[in-house]
């Protein structure tokens, strides 16, 4: 592999991000919502801060986050350090600071800006993909999430039903089934009535 040292100025790459902001689909992106009471006039109208985009992101109001938006960023870099294991250049440095640098793996090093440029191109491809496969599992946890609390809610209903019926028995109430039956019969009673 090709050995570089301090002074020489090399190209590489990062893949940078911004998020990617939409107008929150609450408050319709002015952060403001009215409330009315129903049959109020507009006198009782009140004006109240939109609490999704307020919450989900206080730097931004009236906008939340739907993604990322990755780019690319090409530059030239000079090296100021080399780290060496057994006499090899091991890790290079650059905009090193009192107690900060930068490090340059020797995947990310070339000598031209097109070199950095195409390998940079591919790399930002890649991340694209993957980040796009992690916004589709997310949305798919999130489905899964719910067909979960779904069929959790639909447990633990049935497992109380089963609980009350118990405490009835106990207490020799008749049981739900019975009161069902009773409510039907009343019904039918009242309609023949009539
Ligand atoms: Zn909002």
Redesign the pocket.
């Known amino acids: 592999m090709k050995e570089y040292k301090i002074g020489d100025k090399i190209w590489t790459y990062t893949i940078g991000w911004d998020r990617h902001l939409i107008p ?1 689909f ?2 319709n992106g002015s ?1 403001w919502i009215i409330v009315k009471p129903v049959g109020g006039s507009d006198a009782d109208e009140q004006k109240v801060r ?1 609490e ?2 307020s919450r989900t992101d206080s730097e931004t109001p ?1 906008r939340v986050n739907e993604g990322y938006d990755y780019k690319l960023n090409v530059r030239q870099v000079e090296i100021e350090g080399v780290e060496t294991t057994r006499n090899k250049p091991s890790e290079y440095k650059y905009n090193i600071q009192s107690c900060s640098w930068n490090t340059l793996s020797a995947g990310k090093i070339f000598d031209s800006e097109k070199e950095a440029s195409d390998v940079g191109k591919v790399e930002l491809e890649e991340t694209k993909v993957r980040a796009e496969a992690d916004n589709i599992s997310r949305k798919k946890n999130t489905l899964i999430t719910h067909a979960w609390s779904l069929g959790y809610h639909q447990r633990m209903i049935r497992e109380c039903r089963k609980t009350v019926e118990y405490h009835r028995k106990c207490l020799g109430l008749p049981t739900e089934e019975y009161d069902a039956w009773l409510v039907k019969i009343n019904s039918t009673l009242k309609e023949k009535n009539k």
């Open positions: 929150c609450v408050c952060s939109c999704y985009c009236g």
